[in-house]
């Protein structure tokens, strides 16, 4: 009773943070365009068959919130009409508007906690929150009225159902259905999901699921969601007008080299000190496994558009941004704790460390979040992400 009624509080809590984020953060093109042409001008059979004018015309965001605006009665400014850039300040529209991705995210962070509670203790939860309030690509999409903060939160779920699928003795097959509904929910969010669905079918039959009703629904089933979605899209001539500028820059938007180098840094301390439990954790986790496949899939994507640089002219191309794989922010956020929980918890029940080992790495540890927490915020402030009015 206590928990629940502590989640509650924390997903309102939450919520009312990301009301006022919404009120700093002015409405952009990209909001305003979605606004326009999909859920003021489309209807909803349109949304849902994809022939609407969005790059990413999978139709689950869309129609929801086509739905809960329809619900408040909200209508854009005449004067917004046909608006393709700039940025606009607005509170009624900066609230309802965003109303969707702050129910995702506040939800996620949620779950986020939740799982870190039930399965270690108070201070993981507490210390998953701040990994994942810290993290750039939350922080940045958490109120855009676009699908990436639904992205966020089917990828939370997705980590969850794996973590129980593999942990479970029983029920594992109703685990695998609940999988394949969170798949069907990032096929009709994600157009181009097909990579992230299939590397988990994947892992999952190499770990004995090879039933064809289970991968049929598992897999086949959201990849057919998938391609038809992104054939829709295909045969209206949309085409990816992105190139990638600075592979760097790109990585460090979407993982955080400081992270990146944080987890390099875990991974040594791992296999200097805990070698073979290391090799066995490592070769039975399901999840990891998943998340270095996913990872060398987006590496595979940015290696193909950089390569398209040398056969296609580049010439009115624009900049990808790291909100295309916000898919991967969960897995950043789980597999960053997961490090730090399991290091500290080797350390303390290893009679070879001593207490000082220990407060070393925990001093390490929140020196080191407090450093990455800065580095998001100047990220954050040198954008004016977030006005002030």
């Known amino acids: 009773m206590f928990l629940r009624s502590a989640l509650i509080v924390l997903f309102f809590s939450l919520f009312i943070f990301g009301q006022q984020l919404s009120l700093h953060k002015a409405l952009w093109n990209d909001e305003l365009y979605t606004q326009d042409k999909t859920i003021r001008q489309a209807s909803y059979l349109q949304i849902a068959s994809g022939f609407i004018e969005e790059g990413g015309n999978a139709p689950l965001f869309y129609l929801l919130q086509k739905l809960i605006l329809g619900v408040f009665n ?10 393709t850039s700039g940025r606009y300040l607005d509170d009624r529209s900066q609230i309802f508007i965003r109303i969707l991705p702050n129910l995702c ?112 629904f598992i897999t086949i089933l959201p990849l057919m969601a998938a391609v038809y979605y992104a054939g829709v899209t295909a045969c209206m001539q949309y085409s990816f007008p992105y190139k990638v500028f600075n592979m760097a820059n790109l990585w ?81 956020i789980f597999i960053s704790t997961l490090c730090i929980i399991k290091i500290f918890r080797h350390m303390l029940s290893n009679s070879v460390y001593s207490k000082a080992w220990v407060w070393q790495y925990c001093w390490f540890s929140f020196c080191f979040i407090v450093f990455h927490g800065l580095l998001v915020f100047k990220k954050i402030y040198l954008t004016s992400l977030y006005v002030y009015h």
């Open 74 to 83: 909200y209508q854009m400014p005449a004067q917004w009409e046909g608006t």
């Open 105 to 216: 995210i506040s939800a996620s962070l949620v779950l986020i906690f939740y799982f870190f509670f039930t399965r270690f203790s108070l201070m993981a939860a507490l210390l998953s929150m701040v990994i994942a309030l810290s993290n750039y690509m939350l922080l940045t999409h958490w109120v855009e009225a676009r699908p990436y903060a639904m992205y966020f939160l089917w990828g939370v779920l997705q980590i969850i159902f794996l973590f129980k699928w593999q942990e479970a003795r029983e029920n594992k097959g109703r685990l695998i259905y609940c999988l394949a509904f969170v798949h069907a929910l990032i096929a009709l969010t994600l157009s181009t999901a097909t990579g992230l669905i299939l590397i988990v079918g994947i892992v999952l039959y190499w770990q004995g699921v090879r039933s064809f009703k289970q991968q049929f």
């Open 252 to 332: 460090d938007e979407v993982f955080g080299l400081d992270w990146l180098l944080f987890l390099v840094i875990s991974v040594i301390i791992f296999v200097v000190f805990k070698f073979k439990d290391f090799k066995a954790y490592f070769l039975n986790n399901i999840v990891l496994w998943v998340m270095l496949g996913v990872s060398f899939y987006a590496a595979f994507v940015l290696c193909l558009l950089k390569a398209r640089e040398l056969f296609v002219p580049s010439t009115g191309l624009i900049e990808l941004n790291g909100r295309f794989f916000i898919f991967l922010a969960p897995w950043v």
